[in-house]
């Protein structure tokens, strides 16, 4: 699903920007009139998106870009006057946030919301990959500590307690995790 966060104090501008979002497809396009407001909705709805229009009622919106950022994995929109752009870049540098200034120019806004879905798409595919790597590493983990445990108690050297657990992950038709953790549950038991 593709969701958009607007945040704006004025329900006009809100308007304006939900005119330019509805041809890009966004299947849920959600406001918010305050940087609270916007956090609350963040916590019940997960976001693929969420511009900021500066300032905000309760607080400019630098802060709250960045706690979206670190806390939600959001793509993030800043739209500030001409003045703040610079000042506010620099305080996003080490962030993903776009800056766009006003007033708004419709094409670049929306190349920029292109770019930052895009972005998006492929850093979750990232994590993704990241998550799936972790849990191989894990699963290697444990069948290591099994191997291990087979070397201990039963003699076996590390090829043949290799090659236990993968026929019996076999046979059983389980993981080779699965069979080392057993493994390991039966030999801790005899401690």
């Not at 497809?25 to 407001?37: G, H, M, P, Q």
């Not at 419709?106 to 790597?133: C, E, G, H, P, W």
Request: glycine share 4%.
């Amino acid at each position: 699903m593709s969701s958009v966060l607007l945040v704006c104090k004025q329900k006009e501008v809100i308007r304006g920007l939900t005119e330019i979002l509805r041809p890009l497809n966004f299947e849920l396009i959600d406001s918010a009139i305050s940087a609270s407001e916007g956090r609350r909705k963040l916590q019940e709805i997960e976001y693929d998106l969420v511009i900021v229009n500066t300032p905000l009622g309760d607080e400019f919106g630098v802060d709250f870009a960045m706690d979206i950022m670190d806390n939600f994995g959001v793509g993030v929109i800043l739209i500030v006057k001409g003045e703040l752009v610079e000042h506010v870049e620099e305080k996003l540098t080490d962030t993903m946030a776009f800056v766009v200034q006003k007033p708004v120019n419709r094409q670049l806004l929306t190349q920029n919301i292109r770019f930052v879905r895009q972005s998006r798409a492929k850093m979750m595919k990232l994590q993704n990959q990241n998550d799936q790597l972790k849990a191989k590493i894990d699963d290697l983990g444990v069948v290591y500590r099994g191997k291990l445990c087979l070397m201990e108690n039963l003699n076996m050297k590390e090829e043949q307690a290799h090659r236990y657990i993968q026929k019996k992950a076999m046979d059983m038709r389980i993981s080779p995790r699965k069979v080392a953790e057993q493994i390991i549950k039966n030999y801790e038991r005899k401690r």
